[in-house]
């Protein structure tokens, strides 16, 4: 504590932060593999296992939105703080009698933690951008990548630690254990995080959390069909597919996922070595085109030698670890662009639209990966994945050429 006390003061706030943000991911990527993994196992289609998650992604989408303005009025401190207890509060809620956990319940449970994520990425993505100078855009862009990568590589041990907890501990223990970690996380967060972070001068009207920037718009379109392209598969297609068509039982499939996950998100921490930033270069609308084009083609290999027969598990995992490498830098380009881009006062605004669209690619997937495997197959997961990264790499086109100045694009 001395040590940290000792720090400037961006830095503690950064720290806090990203602290916050990971106690988070961690309790978020746990609760969904507990909820994919304990639903199947009761015997819930892949149909229904997506519909739990279906108001997550549509509170998400509402969140975005409606939290960047709030972000912006009250300060970033207490959305992060907000979402902190709304999801203690969401856990709480899945600790009542086996009985009570009907369809109706986990889905309103769920959408409180929708809420609760989207409010504490909202806040710690827009805090960085508040954190680092304006002319340091190499500093932002490894400050952005640091926080996106070790977050998603959080999120993979979260995904380990929820399989790993339902085989051990059981659904209800493995709850509770998370609920109480992330109860004291929020103590700590309201009696440290700085007040007035991110609390814009002009007060913003609440029509204007639709965003006025051409630059800003296309990236979140471009955001929209990429994670929809990455959770077509991921949400529920692929643990049912690892569960049912190979046999992997709750550690195996936990395990491969956490692993997935955990590589994204160091891939993701080294995204300004791979991208140019060594060479003192910064991401512009080339790269995130550039990135993208390949990354259309792997989900179509993988459905091809999967249609074909072609060593079906050594295909699929080695296609996966592949996607994962290019998703990684895609994802991290766009996550440092849409903090680039946005306005220094307000900044949550043009962060929170970003996100929003963010989320609606991932309930355009959630939903697509209950009902394409349910009718389908994985296969077709995979094409439409195709189809949507395609999408996103034509939209990509009409992003600046050159890095924008701190203010953003107009």
């Not at 990203?18 to 746990?30: R, S, V």
């Not at 409010?119 to 993505?125: G, Q, V």
């Not at 103590?187 to 800003?216: H, Q």
Request: proline share 4%; net charge positive; charged share 10%.
């Amino acid at each position: 504590m001395h040590r940290l006390a000792a720090l400037p003061s961006e830095i503690r706030q950064y720290l806090i932060v990203t602290g916050n943000y990971w106690a988070f991911t961690l309790t978020d990527g746990a609760l969904r593999m507990l909820v994919v993994l304990h639903f199947h196992g009761l015997g819930y289609s892949p149909l229904e296992i997506a519909l739990l998650f279906l108001f997550y992604e549509v509170f998400g989408v509402i969140t975005n939105l409606v939290g960047g303005w709030l972000g912006a009025h009250l300060g970033l401190n207490k959305t992060m703080n907000i979402g902190l207890a709304l999801q203690v509060v969401a856990l709480a809620m899945l600790l009542v009698p086996a009985a009570w956990l009907t369809v109706p319940w986990v889905m309103a449970a769920q959408a409180l933690s929708g809420i609760a994520k989207d409010l504490n990425k909202m806040s710690a993505k827009s805090s960085i951008k508040l954190l680092v100078p304006a002319d340091a855009q190499g500093q932002l862009y490894k400050w952005v990548a640091l926080l996106t990568g070790s977050k998603n590589a959080l999120k993979g041990c979260g995904f380990f630690l929820g399989g790993a907890l339902l085989s051990l501990a059981g659904f209800r223990a493995a709850v509770l254990l998370m609920a109480l970690g992330l109860a004291l996380v929020w103590l700590f967060s309201v009696l440290s995080l700085k007040r007035d972070l991110g609390r814009a001068k002009n007060k913003p009207k609440f029509r204007e959390i639709f965003s006025k920037s051409p630059a800003i718009n296309a990236l979140s379109a471009a955001r929209m069909f990429l994670f929809g392209a990455r959770d077509v598969w991921f949400v529920v297609a692929l643990p049912v597919f690892l569960a049912s068509r190979f046999g992997w039982d709750h550690w195996s499939v936990g395990s491969f996922l956490a692993l997935w996950v955990i590589g994204y998100g160091l891939v993701q921490g080294l995204a300004p070595r791979l991208t140019g930033r060594q060479q003192g270069q910064v991401p512009d609308g080339r790269h995130a085109l550039g990135w993208a084009l390949p990354l259309v083609l792997v989900p179509w290999v993988i459905a091809l030698a999967l249609q074909a027969g072609l060593y079906p598990a050594a295909s699929l995992v080695g296609g996966l670890l592949v996607f994962g490498v290019l998703f990684a830098i895609n994802s991290s380009l766009h996550s440092y662009l849409i903090v680039s881009y946005a306005g220094a006062d307000g900044v949550s605004l043009d962060v929170g639209f970003y996100y929003m669209a963010n989320a609606m690619g991932r309930l355009l997937g959630t939903v697509l990966s209950g009902w394409v495997y349910q009718q389908y197959g994985l296969e077709a997961c995979l094409w439409v994945s195709g189809g949507f990264i395609l999408l996103a790499a034509l939209i990509s086109t009409r992003l600046p050429r050159h890095s924008s100045s701190h203010q953003g694009p107009t």
